[in-house]
């Protein structure tokens, strides 16, 4: 293998293992990587699709083990606060679970608990498959628009540093409004 075809896979594997850290931002650079030509847009939609149905079966198994277990704590969730939050929100039904995609981390919450109440797993993949295709398109996308409209690539890496510091702090902040809106609706739903 030549030294660009190596890059070209651990750009691959990179994308894959980003599924389950922070996907909306490496679908982004993914689409700006198409927009060079570094990689292939299908290669890079199919690879994360992949990630993402592994990530979305994952956080729907730990629900699952979340209802079995015993202990105090499993893996890096504390059961007592989750268990009564899970118990609070248990009309968790199919479209939740399709919209909660396009929610920043309300998915992983989402999944949880719908395994948590016990979702069969062939109605969590009847729903989760379709969102994460849109999901996973509709990122690759908008980084490849965005180094289009902005002609990223040809910018000095400070350029780029400042608008990636830019978006992810547009990113926090919404994910922020939004988790203060349904605290708020949560404290009117239960008469707070």
């Known amino acids: 293998m030549n030294f660009s075809e190596v890059h070209r896979i651990l750009t691959y594997v990179a994308i894959f293992l980003g599924m389950f850290i922070e996907g909306e931002l490496i679908l982004i650079f993914a689409g700006i990587?198409?927009?060079?030509?570094?990689?292939?847009?299908?290669?890079?939609?199919?690879?994360?699709?992949?990630?993402?149905?592994?990530?979305?079966?994952l956080?729907?198994?730990i629900g699952m083990k979340l209802l079995q277990t015993e202990k105090k704590k499993f893996l890096f969730f504390n059961l007592e606060k989750i268990k009564s939050v899970l118990d609070k929100i248990n009309k968790i039904?199919?479209?939740?679970?399709?919209?909660?995609?396009?929610?920043?981390?309300?998915?992983?919450?989402?999944?949880?608990a719908s395994g948590y109440f016990k979702?069969?797993?062939?109605?969590?993949?009847k729903y989760t498959i379709p969102a994460d295709f849109v999901w996973t398109v509709f990122f690759v996308s908008l980084g490849y628009m965005f180094a289009e409209g902005t002609a990223i690539l040809k910018?000095?890496?400070?350029?780029?540093?400042?608008?990636?510091?830019?978006?992810?702090v547009v990113v926090i902040?919404?994910?922020?409004?939004?988790?203060?809106?349904?605290k708020k609706q949560s404290k009117i739903n239960n008469g707070f």
Not at 119 to 125: E, G, Q, S
Not at 155 to 168: E, H, P, Q, R, S
Not at 173 to 182: L, M, R, S
């Open 173 to 182: 902040f919404v994910e922020n409004w939004i988790q203060k809106i349904i």
């Open 33 to 57: 990587l198409v927009r060079s030509g570094t990689i292939d847009f299908l290669d890079s939609v199919f690879i994360a699709l992949a990630g993402v149905i592994i990530h979305d079966v």
């Open 155 to 168: 910018m000095d890496l400070k350029i780029f540093a400042v608008f990636v510091t830019i978006f992810l």
């Open 59 to 61: 956080f729907w198994f």
């Open 119 to 125: 979702m069969p797993f062939k109605k969590l993949v």
């Open 93 to 112: 039904n199919y479209f939740h679970v399709f919209v909660s995609k396009f929610g920043f981390s309300i998915n992983r919450f989402v999944l949880i």
